[in-house]
């Protein structure tokens, strides 16, 4: 699963390159995105640019992940398309997750 890491200010940005988050990636991806944020910043913003569809599987691998991350580390999400959007909020992760239209905007949220 093609990943996208970048330092944004004192974040880390992880852009998905795929569009999909389904049952046959989701353990892929879980590995993937906590792995790249093993020992990072405070903040990882995972940029869902790219990806159209996500399945209870890819949901539960974000959540997955949020879980495995330091203490001290936080994950936010960014730049949801608007039917990705709709299954995090259907389903109350809107209220788990703090989603930003973009990544820029979700580092300047955490500017101290």
Same mark, same amino acid.
Request: hydrophobic share 50%; charged share 25%.
């Given at each position: 699963?093609?990943?996208?890491?970048?330092?944004?200010?004192?974040?880390? $940005?992880?852009?998905?390159?795929?569009?999909? %988050?389904? =049952?046959?990636?989701?353990?892929?991806?879980?590995?993937? %995105?906590?792995?790249?944020?093993?020992?990072?910043?405070?903040? %990882?913003?995972?940029?869902?640019?790219? !990806?159209? #569809?996500?399945?209870?599987?890819?949901?539960?691998?974000?959540?997955?992940?949020?879980?495995?991350?330091?203490?001290?580390?936080?994950?936010?999400?960014?730049?949801? =398309?608007? %039917?990705?959007?709709? !299954? #995090?909020?259907?389903?109350?992760?809107?209220? $788990? #997750?703090?989603?930003?239209?973009?990544?820029?905007?979700?580092?300047?949220?955490? $500017?101290?």
């Amino acid at each position: 699963m093609p990943l996208k890491s970048q330092k944004m200010g004192d974040a880390l $940005v992880l852009t998905m390159t795929d569009d999909r %988050i389904d =049952a046959a990636s989701s353990i892929r991806f879980k590995d993937e %995105i906590a792995a790249a944020a093993r020992g990072g910043p405070h903040q %990882i913003v995972l940029d869902l640019t790219r !990806v159209e #569809f996500i399945d209870s599987s890819g949901l539960g691998a974000v959540v997955a992940v949020m879980k495995a991350l330091a203490p001290e580390q936080r994950l936010d999400l960014a730049n949801l =398309a608007p %039917i990705v959007d709709k !299954v #995090f909020r259907l389903t109350r992760m809107d209220s $788990v #997750f703090a989603i930003y239209p973009d990544a820029q905007t979700a580092v300047r949220a955490h $500017v101290a």
